[in-house]
């Protein structure tokens, strides 16, 4: 948790980077890769000046901070942030694919995207709402199962405690 909230800070620190909101935070398990535990999950919304690729190197500096390492494909990293969408755009760019090419398979990005945003759009498929409906349903495994966990809050920088 302290890794997704050391992100979520530096992720806001970032030249031209204005946050908007973040989502509850979600436990989910592995999908794909080695067996490895559970994984937090959480969407940030950003404003952000500039480039795509600028905001994609803002996110990799982030990975860097927390140590990231990226030896297997899907396997236990401390942290994974990924630029899922960048406005309208739509780009096949394979450094940056936007959007990003699995995010409307994925209900860990999905679920609390939504949460941030009841009319979210990821460009060029569908309205997010939609998307997270067809995961649940071809999902008859529960693979994709998330538990919101209410006892952990990321808070954007400057944001005061809530008590209650």
Same mark, same amino acid.
């Given at each position: 948790? !302290?890794?997704?909230?050391?992100?979520?800070?530096?992720?806001?620190?970032?030249?031209?980077?204005?946050?908007?909101?973040?989502?509850? #935070?979600?436990?989910?398990?592995?999908?794909?890769?080695?067996?490895?535990?559970?994984?937090?999950?959480?969407?940030?919304?950003? +404003?952000?000046?500039?480039?795509?690729?600028?905001?994609?190197?803002?996110?990799?500096?982030?990975?860097?901070?927390?140590?990231?390492?990226?030896? #297997?494909?899907?396997?236990?990293?401390?942290?994974?942030? +990924? #630029?899922?969408?960048?406005?309208?755009?739509?780009?096949?760019?394979?450094? =940056?694919?936007?959007?990003?090419?699995?995010?409307? =398979?994925?209900?860990?990005?999905?679920?609390?995207? =939504? +949460?941030?945003?009841?009319?979210?759009?990821?460009?060029g498929r569908a309205p997010v709402a !939609?998307?997270?409906?067809?995961?649940?349903?071809?999902?008859?495994?529960?693979?994709?199962?998330?538990?919101?966990?209410?006892?952990?809050?990321?808070?954007?920088?400057?944001? !005061?405690?809530?008590?209650?």
């Amino acid at each position: 948790m !302290a890794t997704l909230q050391g992100a979520v800070d530096l992720l806001a620190a970032g030249r031209g980077v204005t946050p908007v909101v973040v989502s509850p #935070v979600y436990e989910t398990a592995p999908v794909g890769g080695p067996e490895q535990g559970a994984f937090l999950n959480a969407v940030l919304v950003v +404003d952000a000046e500039g480039e795509p690729k600028e905001l994609l190197e803002l996110a990799r500096s982030a990975e860097r901070a927390f140590e990231r390492v990226r030896e #297997v494909r899907w396997g236990p990293r401390t942290l994974d942030v +990924d #630029v899922i969408a960048f406005g309208g755009l739509t780009d096949d760019d394979p450094e =940056l694919t936007l959007p990003h090419p699995r995010a409307h =398979l994925r209900a860990f990005v999905l679920r609390p995207w =939504l +949460d941030t945003d009841p009319a979210a759009v990821l460009p060029g498929r569908a309205p997010v709402a !939609a998307l997270l409906a067809g995961v649940e349903e071809a999902d008859a495994g529960g693979e994709q199962r998330l538990t919101r966990r209410e006892d952990l809050r990321l808070r954007l920088p400057g944001e !005061a405690d809530r008590v209650g």
